[in-house]
């Protein structure tokens, strides 16, 4: 009989470890299993595929016709690379062309566009093909986007105010950084001309200077400066409209719009310097104020860019914006309300002022086309 409890214990240990090692390795061998399997599957799925599409073109050119669409419907979906999958919708239509069915070619050319809308004739195209093929128009309809970009900020006042006097005033706005990113959707009202309404999540900020010492009498004998970052941060909404120089690849295009803006938050960051070291500089907690503000702002919008081709795989472009502010972002019915650290500490009170942002921009946009037939052609 075994009394020390450790001496007792220690076979169970290991075989408790062995067992768990036993299991550990049989979910890796399973694991392995299942990959190599499905990846077995697959290989042996297109090789199938490739002589299914063989044995299709050897009956096409025997004149079998009719058993060409239903030998490669089990390899349409699953089975053949871009370029097979192509050769097979072009046999599938030859062959009801041949079979005189030309209600299912015509099917069958709807499904090849719906599946590569940005497909492009080739020479070795057949002719019946190429026919039908330019029966249809297929242009995108809608297309959906993704952006970000960065924004400077260029506030300028449009009317002073000061605690005290405004004989001397030499406040000073100058510009910040900033960014946005967010998603559009994209209606095309013609080949060159398109609405965008853009839903964008942005962030920016301007910093402000205001010298406090003045000239006239009674000269301040402890001169000082307030300084300010304020922190804004908004949704947008750009709706634009652009103008597009079609061609194959690169392609320019004019922009022009409003955006409206919803402020979320607005955090003052000041500073009060007394320039003469008579005094510590004043900082303290960031300022809150979104009640000294307008939620609701408009701009007006002028810009241009480029947008490049990807093929099949959407369009990468290259955007840069001018927003000309039309509204004054300062509450004026709230502009003396009494915010201690505001008023008697830093000395600050808003001017009327407004906002100019310039943004450049990069992004990607997919294309929903639709294929839209032309007055008929007969074969």
Not at 67 to 72: A, Q, W
Not at 81 to 90: C, H, I, P, S, V
Not at 268 to 282: C, K, M, N, S
Not at 339 to 354: A, E, G
Request: proline residues 5%; hydrophobic residues 35%; negative net charge.
């Amino acid at each position: 009989m075994c009394v020390p409890a450790l001496i007792c214990q220690q076979p169970v240990s290991e075989k408790s470890n062995m067992m768990l090692n036993t299991y550990y390795m049989r979910r890796f061998i399973f694991i392995i299993f299942i990959v190599w399997n499905g990846w077995g599957q697959t290989i042996h799925a297109q090789s199938g595929c490739v002589l299914t599409l063989r044995e299709a073109e050897r009956l096409y050119n025997q004149g079998e016709f009719k058993e060409v669409p239903g030998l490669l419907e089990s390899c349409m979906n699953r089975g053949f690379t871009r370029d097979e999958r192509l050769q097979a919708y072009k046999l599938i239509f030859q062959s009801y062309y041949m079979e005189d069915h030309l209600d299912l070619a015509e099917q069958t050319m709807v499904a090849f566009l719906k599946k590569y809308p940005e497909y492009e004739l080739t020479p070795a195209d057949p002719a019946e093909f190429v026919q039908l093929f330019n029966s249809y128009e297929t242009i995108p309809s809608w297309s959906v986007s993704i952006a970000a970009n960065g924004i400077v900020t260029f506030p300028y006042t449009t009317e002073p105010f000061e605690i005290s006097s405004i004989t001397d005033y030499s406040g000073k706005y100058t510009t910040g950084p900033g960014f946005s990113a967010g998603l559009g959707v994209h209606k095309y009202i013609s080949k060159k001309f398109e609405i965008i309404l853009e839903v964008r999540y942005m962030n920016h900020e301007y910093n402000f200077s205001l010298n406090h010492y003045t000239n006239t009498p009674p000269v301040s004998e402890n001169p000082h400066l307030t300084e300010f970052k304020e922190n804004i941060t908004n949704i947008a909404l750009p709706l634009t409209t652009t103008y597009e120089f079609v061609s194959e690849k690169w392609r320019p295009y004019l922009r022009g719009g409003i955006m409206g803006t919803y402020t979320l938050s607005a955090m003052l960051d000041p500073v009060r310097i007394y320039t003469q070291g008579a005094f510590e500089d004043v900082a303290g907690t960031n300022i809150d104020m979104l009640e000294l503000r307008n939620r609701l702002n408009v701009y007006g919008i002028l810009g241009g860019g480029i947008k490049y081709k990807i093929p099949y795989g959407g369009l990468l472009y290259f955007d840069v914006r001018f927003a000309m502010g039309f509204t004054c972002p300062v509450n004026s019915a709230n502009r003396n309300t009494e915010q201690t650290d505001r008023i008697f500490r830093y000395y600050i009170m808003d001017n009327d002022f407004k906002f100019n942002l310039f943004s450049a921009s990069i992004g990607w946009i997919y294309p929903l086309y639709r294929s839209k037939k032309q007055p008929l052609i007969e074969f």
